[in-house]
Structures are given as C-alpha cells and as structure tokens.
C-alpha cells in the first residue's frame, strides 16, 4: 500500500499531500502488527519441484510424439509447452517453443492459433516490438481471423497497445475502436472493456481529425458501448468534438493524474495531453482571421495568464502549425489562410524564369560595360535607339 502511495505521489504531485497523510496512517494503524516477513523457502522448492516434474511430463510427451512423426501430435505437443510455460512466467522459454511449433502448422486456423500465442507472450511480458513484427504475417491471414470473434479482439488490443507504446497515437485509437463490444470482454485479465474506452479516447483525441472522431468513434456502436462502461469518456469525446473546449479542458486536467496511474499510458500520458492541448488551440483558431488573446484565454481558461497561452500559440506559429503572427502590444492573433500563403509561393515561382533571364541580362550587360563596348551610362532604351539607327 505504501509503495503504491509513494508511486501515486511521484507521477501526480497534486495529490503528493493526500498520498503522505495516507502513508502515515496507514503506517500508523499497523505499526507493530505487521510480523516480519521470512522466506517460504519449503513452499519455493515445493513449487520449483512441482513446475520442474510437470515440465519433464511435457517434454515426455513431446518426446513421444517426435516418435511417432505425427506433425498433428508434434504441434499440440509443443502448443501445451508453451501454455504451460507462460503459467509460471517464463516467457521467453514460451516464445521459442510456439516458434519451434510452427514447422507443424498444417492448417490455416492452427498458424492462427500460433499467432495468439505469440500476443499472448507479448502482452503478458509487455513485449511489444515482437508484437508488431508479426503483425504484416496476421495481416495475410485477416480473411480467416474475422470469423473468429475472440482471435480479432486480441489482436485489435495487441495492435492498439504496441502502437501507444510506439506513440503512434492515430493507429492505435483504430485499432481500440474497432474492437467489437462484449458484455464479458476481457483479454486475458490484462484489459477491460473501461480500458479500452479510456486508451481509445486518448489516442482518438490525440490522433485523429474531427471527421475521424466522428465517425471512428462518436457514430461507433461497438466503441459507444465501450464508452458507456466509462462514461465520462464519451462526454469528453462530446466536449471537444462540439467545440465544448472550456469543459473539454477542466476534464482533462481531472484526467491527467489517473492517466499518470495506468500502466500503459503512464510515460505516454505527458505527450498525450501535450498533442490534445495542441489540437485544440488549433481547432478553436482555424476558424478565425484574428483573435482577442484575452478574450481567448476567457473562454477556454487556459491560464492564470493570458501571456502564457500567448507563448503557446507562438510556439504554434514558429512550428508552422498556425500560418499567421502575435501582435503582443494589442495581444491580438492575425492568421493568415493556409491558400494565401501557397498563391504567394505560386506567383514566385512562375516569375522565376521571367527574373532568372533579367538577372542574366544584367550581368552581360555589366560585363560589356567593363569590356569598354557600352558607354557606362547608356540605358536599355539608349542602347535600343543606337542600334536603330545604325
């Protein structure tokens, strides 16, 4: 308990106090209790023997069936290895023995089945990067996965999850709000149907167009029923999709720290807010010519100070995410449309030529002058006239 309040106080420094006061009471409450724990060094060799015993009956079998050259066999054989394996935590071990089961693949559903264990594997040890090495082999089987409900669902959350950890944040809200709803979701006791509602929502928020959030998620029924589970989900999603941006914002100051808390989204969650904060200033001022900074900084209650939000649409501006230049003086906005800018470059650059050959001009014109075959204060119109008359 008191490790986890230290955790909590370390990623969320609001609730540092609150963390320290439970801390001390519950240390408090049960000092003196609490006996000193020893070593079950009976029950780690009961155990190591039980696991060793029930690992050699495996390979027993395993044994018996390379006997009797039946791939069938052989594939099974290796498949409860690695379940087994993955029981007691060893992972890797697990790994190379789905590995060893693929030269027995015969049918189509027993390499799904393959791949599953693999995401099993992956999930399990928050092994991402091996995940999404297997994806483009999942992608040549899709045909064959979408009849399976449950193999689609773990994969949907496999793709989601490897992708936030890639902090690819679009890819991974497509990949959460296509999973299909069931009332018993659960993958592998490692994500929940809340979970799946929050991590899509961060990610779409981060990610996606306006379009996209409506139609990947808001007109979604299998994500909306994802978001019922959480509810505040869906009124954030609503807040900023209607340009709710005050609300929209309180909320996500209130979901800062719970991000901060979840295992997945905890060293995602400062670059998540940062995109989503971006995001609206950019869609509260595309609609604009200028903008009141102070009055801006009013309605959305950016800051305790409006200079600060001005700051931040500067930063805006030298990143080219807005096209357009702060008067601080009036502590006025002026954006200039994105179109006006791409005319402008139009124009030079079908000038170019017509500027290139002037350029040229000039300079055989400057070199005839110091050769001594122009006088040095004959005009274009001078020169025109002269060879008229000659």
Known sequence: MIWYLRYVATVCPSLEIKCCELALEETKSKAGQIPRISRHDEWIENTSKA????????????????????????????LSIANYLISIGSFSEAFKSLMNSREFVTKEEHRIELYLGIIQVGLFSTNFGFISSFFPHIEKNKDI?????????????????????????????????????SPNFDIHGIVSSRDVAIYGTMCGLAGYTRQQ??????NNTDFKQFMQMEPWTLEFLE??????????????????????????????????????????????TQIYSQVDIN???????????????????????????????????????????PQLREEAIEKI???????????????????????????????PKDQGRENTQQ
């Open 239 to 284: 807040n900023f999709y209607y340009a709710r941006y005050s609300a929209f914002l309180k909320l996500l100051n209130k979901v800062q720290p719970y991000c901060l808390t979840d295992i997945y989204l905890a060293n995602h969650t400062d670059a998540l807010i940062s995109e989503i904060r971006t995001r609206v200033l950019l869609f509260y």
């Open 213 to 218: 959030l409506r139609d990947n998620m808001l």
């Open 51 to 78: 696991a060793k015993s029930r690992l050699d009956e495996l390979e027993k079998e395993l044994g018996n069936a390379k006997s009797s050259m039946v791939k069938e066999s052989n594939r099974l054989a290796q």
């Open 145 to 181: 996965i979408d009849k399976i409900p449950e193999a689609m669902c773990s994969i949907q959350i496999a793709g989601g999850l490897s992708k936030l950890d890639e902090g690819q944040y679009s890819q991974a809200a497509t990949f959460f709000s296509g999973v299909t709803f």
């Open 295 to 337: 009055e801006m900084n009013r309605q959305l209650q950016w800051a305790s100070d409006p200079e600060l939000l001005e700051k931040d649409l500067i930063k805006l501006i030298q990143g080219g995410l807005i096209h357009g230049k702060v008067d601080s003086y009036s502590m006025v906005l002026h954006i200039y449309p």
């Open 349 to 379: 650059e079908a000038m170019a030529p017509r500027l290139e050959a002037q350029i040229d001009l000039a300079k055989t014109r400057i070199q005839l002058i110091q050769e001594g075959h122009l006088p040095e204060n004959l005009t």
